[in-house]
């Protein structure tokens, strides 16, 4: 078994958060998670897109709300951080949001 790839994520708080890297257009099985929308760029690096939470990560993110954002920008990757609490999720977004400012969180 192939294992994913994983980029650590640093929040304003300086907590260090690992997410999973799955190619754009995964198909996920239902449980909540902290997600990032990235896109890799040229030199291998990882642009920060967009954070968010949900309790399903089975939702088609083909149909997201800032989708267009995310092709504008050339969305390649989604980060996954298994979190089953929503009140967790919301704080880790928040800590996410506030250090790295992500353009289509705006």
Known sequence: MVQQPTLTIPGASRTQYPF??????TAFRR?????????RQHDGRYQLLYVGQTMDMSERFLAHHKLACFQRYGQTHIGVFAEPSEARQRAIERDLIAAHQPPCNG
């Open 31 to 39: 449980f909540g998670a902290v997600y990032v929308v990235l896109r």
């Open 20 to 25: 999973t890297l799955f190619p754009w257009g």
